[in-house]
């Protein structure tokens, strides 16, 4: 798996989101350089390299796995927009959400309503954002897995987090999130 580190935008020409063209609107972005590096040059895995089907034959620690579910799991996003960003995936390797079984989308929906319980018991975000990124096209990272994305926001977080993911703190802060969302998740059932 690709790692993406410190100095990897050296020399970059990095600006600001609010320089760019469009119309302002409502919405906050998070402007995530790390990210897009991430989906430009990752190749798409083949499917015995899936990280979402590698995942759960891993211990919950290495794949940093917060919750196991029966046709979906939970675990933190190894390149996350925001301190705790949950990944659910049902553990069949399938794309598109409706390839999905009823068993499976009904879990994916019960298990994102608990990740945002436990999410807001740990980190007391302010709000969250929450969905899938369906192809390539629209962004998803690891297209061919289903994925939905939970991800706590806080009232200040527009302008923090490009800073810390820059540096080596974040990877190492990934396994006491994971530690502290497991147990809040064990509690909480
Ligand atoms: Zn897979």
């Not at 995942?55 to 390149?79: K, Q």
Request: proline share 5%; charged share 20%.
């Amino acid at each position: 798996m690709t790692h993406y580190g410190e100095g990897e935008f050296d020399g970059e020409d990095l600006r600001a989101a609010s320089t760019f063209a469009g119309v302002p609107d409502e919405f906050q972005r998070l402007w995530t350089p790390h990210r897009m590096a991430y989906i430009e040059n990752g190749q798409q895995p083949a499917e015995a390299d899936c990280p979402f089907c590698l995942a759960p034959g891993m211990s919950d620690e290495d794949a940093l796995i917060v919750h196991r579910g029966t046709h979906a799991f939970v675990l933190l996003n190894l390149y996350p927009y925001n301190s705790g960003h949950l990944l659910v995936c049902p553990y069949r390797h399938v794309a598109m959400y409706d390839e999905a079984t009823i068993e499976e989308t009904a879990e994916i929906a019960s298990l994102t309503q608990e990740a945002m319980r436990v999410l807001k018991k740990v980190s007391r975000n302010d709000g969250y954002n929450i969905g899938m990124n369906q192809g390539r096209v629209a962004g998803a990272g690891i297209a061919d897995h289903l994925h939905q994305h939970v991800v706590p926001r806080w009232a200040t977080d527009s302008n923090f987090f490009p800073i810390i993911a820059k540096s080596k703190a974040i990877t190492l802060l990934l396994g006491d999130v994971r530690n502290a969302v497991a147990a809040a998740w064990r509690e909480q059932n």
